[in-house]
């Protein structure tokens, strides 16, 4: 892992992002549901090869890496060195011989074509810049008829980052929900003209109230510090707007959320996806 990878600023920011998390990623275990909903929902079996994209701190590579057994094997790449220290020192404290972790970019990734069972990417794959071109070099490496299981969050997703985005839109000021990939429709039709087949989308709803005062935090993460790296502004954005429109957008912003209260609080949405599909093929060629 003392390799160095040539990165765009966009993906330095989040390589960089998350060695800062990595300390403390693993005190929710949010991740590790989703990863053990997804590794459910693949269908991973002993002996097969799997290849855990943004593996983080390990979860589902770990995880994956216990279901394949001694004659299957599983590798796990990030952007991250720092998480995937977390996930190596994990991987060895367990005596796992059958996971391997690399340090690469899941966009410029170098594997046998027709080579893996299952490829799995765990609250990543929203990252990507060019979600479909990399879709289609994940389906290069994937064996004929293996298959592939995405998670991502809805965009209807995160009150606060939803009513952002609308506000912002009346500007003209668009912001990419770097957290999600869109409506299941958009899924759908993504992973179709990337050239998999047999697309399924499960859908869970994993949303709770919040309070007014955290649903107003977003304007502070995106706008005030932006910190988080969940809602990217594209273009010049933001500098393209006067202080009074900002100021005005503010405003806007805080009476949309204050519309959207209830006596539970404000509804914070949580639509989780788990899209999987297949590469075209017999699998009874593997
Ligand atoms: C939210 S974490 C998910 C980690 C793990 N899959 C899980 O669910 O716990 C996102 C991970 O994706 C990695 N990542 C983001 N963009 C990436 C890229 N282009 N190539 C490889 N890893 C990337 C980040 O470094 C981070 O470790």
Known sequence: MVKQLELNDYKQGVADSYDRRSQTYD?????VQICRRLLEYSQVSAGQTVLDIGTGTGHL???AAQIVGDQGQVIGIDI??????QAQSKVNAMGLSNVELQLANAEALDYPVNHFDHILC????????DKEATLRL????LKPGGRIGVHTPADTAYVGAVVLRKVFAKYGVSLEASNRIGSVEQCQDLFIKAGF????IKTEQHGSYTNLENAKATWEGVVVRPSSTSLKVLGNGLSQLSSAQLAQAKVEFDAELEALQTEEGIWDDLTTLYILSRKA???SSR
């Open 27 to 31: 005190n929710s275990d949010w991740h």
């Open 61 to 63: 590579a770990i995880a």
């Open 80 to 85: 991250s060195a720092r998480m995937l220290e």
């Open 122 to 129: 765990a609250n990543t794959f929203p990252w990507m810049e």
């Open 138 to 141: 994940w389906q290069r490496f």
């Open 197 to 200: 087949e047999a697309v399924e």
């Open 281 to 283: 093929g017999n699998r």
